[in-house]
């Protein structure tokens, strides 16, 4: 077999499909965001604002997380220099992992290199590791969870989404004395849509089972503190686990998890996904710690950014621009066709400085592709007006549907 062969025809067949990922090449402007230089393929370069980005409140440019990273770059230097167990614990981890028990009521937090790594390595380490425990996972779980559940190899059980009561009837058909976790999330990614938390703790107790939830949507977005939707319905005290991650609405980088102390003593001690790697920067944990500390005192942000998540909608609404109707601050604008997806992201992008990633299949159903976006509080009302505008004319260019309110 040739086997660089094999490599080119399956990235052919990915082109075919019109599933091949094209990166746009962005420069991030401190102070200027949601505003980017993109470098073009030709070398050439332009202005956009980006309307697809996870760092939803814009917390990656926040003067006081900047500012506290370059301090502790200037006092720590760049990398921390080893693993965890080995010379890399660093006093801003330990601080950073204090902020996070206290943020999610638990008595204990560990952090990993990212949300990904933090939901493999804990759901492998939990779920292999305790003998017989049986998972029951949303169908819509993110990748990092199913990884991390397959990786494990215990026994699995995949509930419709949302669905407690269809969760409700696969735990009891099974032995009433085997361990059991429920693994869901809180905010769903692509769609919006939010879990019935308290319904799924509910059934979760009716069985014995471990509840682990995924806020990585959530934390610092939702709830007085920030603790996420959790902690807005006052259910934190009903997980067993509560994931999170830093890369988003903090606006850093990295993942975690907060739990007991026994769970979380039971993580750091049996982890691979954890133990062998070299550990965050502390200035970037520092960064965190900052941009947490902030958004569990202010309220702006969050408020500024649930208005202008009100008004992209009531633009969208006004041109007919269809788009998923959802309690969350995710804005799916559905084009349901990959090639018009595709083409509409690449006319914003080319002729109306405006960049929002189309998403199509496999991370979304076929026939659901869409423009996926999320507006920040520092999106202006103009803004909004040129986005709204710009998809009105590509939908009479593409010949779609429009929906009259
Ligand atoms: C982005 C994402 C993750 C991974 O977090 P990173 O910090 O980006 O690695 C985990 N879960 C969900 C639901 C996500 O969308």
């Known amino acids: ?22 990166f746009a090449e962005l420069e991030r402007q401190c102070s200027a965001f949601p505003r980017a230089t993109v470098h073009r393929a030709d070398g050439d370069t332009g202005e956009v604002t980006v309307w697809c980005s996870n760092d939803y409140l814009g917390m990656g440019q926040n003067p006081k997380v900047t500012g506290r990273m370059t301090e502790i770059i200037a006092k720590c230097g760049a990398g921390a220099g080893g693993t965890r167990n080995i010379s890399g614990t660093n006093h801003y981890h330990v601080q950073l992992e204090k902020e996070l028990a206290d943020l999610h009521g638990k008595e ?18 939990l779920l292999s590791r305790i003998p017989g425990i049986i998972v029951y996972s949303d169908a819509l779980n993110h990748a990092s969870m ?16 949302n669905d407690y009561q269809h969760l409700r009837k696969l735990m009891a058909a099974d032995d009433p004395k085997l361990p059991k976790m429920v693994a869901f999330e809180s905010v769903y990614s692509m769609d919006g849509d939010i879990a019935p938390i308290k319904e799924i ?15 990585v949507h959530a934390v610092g977005m939702y709830g007085p503190r920030g603790g996420g939707v959790a902690e807005r319905e006052g259910l934190m005290d009903r997980i067993t686990v509560i994931e999170g991650t830093l890369g988003k609405a903090y606006g850093c980088m990295g993942g975690y998890i907060t739990g007991s102390e026994v769970l979380v003593d039971f993580v750091r001690s049996f982890a691979s996904g954890f ?17 947490i500390r902030h958004l569990k005192e202010s309220q702006v942000e969050r408020a500024r950014h649930q208005a202008t998540v009100a008004k992209v909608r009531q633009a969208l609404d006004a041109r007919g621009i269809p788009h998923m109707h959802n309690p969350s601050h995710i804005v799916p604008v559905m084009v349901g066709n990959a090639a018009k997806c595709k ?10 400085g405006i960049y929002v990633q189309p998403i199509n299949y496999p991370t979304v159903p076929v026939g659901t592709e869409r423009l996926r976006i999320t507006p920040t509080p520092l999106h202006s009302d103009a803004d909004i007006k040129h986005l709204a505008d710009a998809l009105s004319s590509l939908w009479s260019q593409c010949a779609l549907a429009r929906k009259v309110a």
């Open 146 to 161: 199913i990884e991390g559940i397959r990786h494990s190899g215990c026994e699995r059980r995949v509930f419709r989404h």
């Open 275 to 291: 133990i062998f790697t070299t550990a965050l920067p502390p200035a970037l944990a520092a960064g965190a710690t900052e941009a």
């Open 108 to 125: 204990a937090a560990l952090i990993f290199t990212s949300g990904y790594v933090s939901n493999w390595a804990a759901l492998g380490t």
């Open 343 to 352: 083409w509409i992201s690449d006319i914003l992008l080319d002729q109306f």
């Open 201 to 215: 703790c509910d059934v979760a107790d009716e069985f014995g089972a471990i509840t682990y939830i995924d806020e």
């Open 1 to 22: 077999m040739d086997i660089f062969a094999h490599m080119q025809q399956a990235l052919h067949d990915l082109k075919t499909a019109g599933n091949y990922r094209v």
